[in-house]
């Protein structure tokens, strides 16, 4: 096993934005935020941290690829709300299902 990161194409980028938001409602939701709440948070929360839709220099998405698998998830690594522009912080990780239990974690 041999995992590397590689930054989210501008190509992907647009799934894996509509994917996360989606998970981030389902997760508020589940959590108690009523559905128009939540479905505005995320949709905030999401413009706020990709401005023009895609990676910027204060939110990094990366693929997690496995050398004999590829693609087994992806890292969501931005500023923090601190304030401290050197503060960054894990927003979201993700090993696909299948991939799960294997290491990557």
């Given at each position: 096993m041999s995992l590397a990161l590689f930054p989210i194409s501008t190509k992907q980028f647009p799934a894996w934005m509509k994917r996360s938001a989606a998970e981030y409602l389902a997760d508020l939701v589940?959590?108690?935020v009523p559905e128009h709440k939540a479905q505005a948070d995320a949709s905030g929360t999401m413009?706020?941290?990709f401005p023009d839709g895609l990676p910027s220099p204060t939110n990094a998405v990366f693929i997690?690829?496995?050398s004999?698998?590829?693609n087994v998830g992806?890292?969501?690594i931005g500023c923090d709300s601190s304030g401290?522009?050197?503060s960054w912080?894990?927003?979201d990780?993700?090993?696909e299902a299948e991939h799960r239990g294997k290491g990557f974690g």
């Open positions: 589940a959590t108690g413009e706020r941290a997690l690829m496995d004999a698998l590829g992806y890292i969501w401290d522009p050197d912080w894990v927003w990780i993700v090993v």
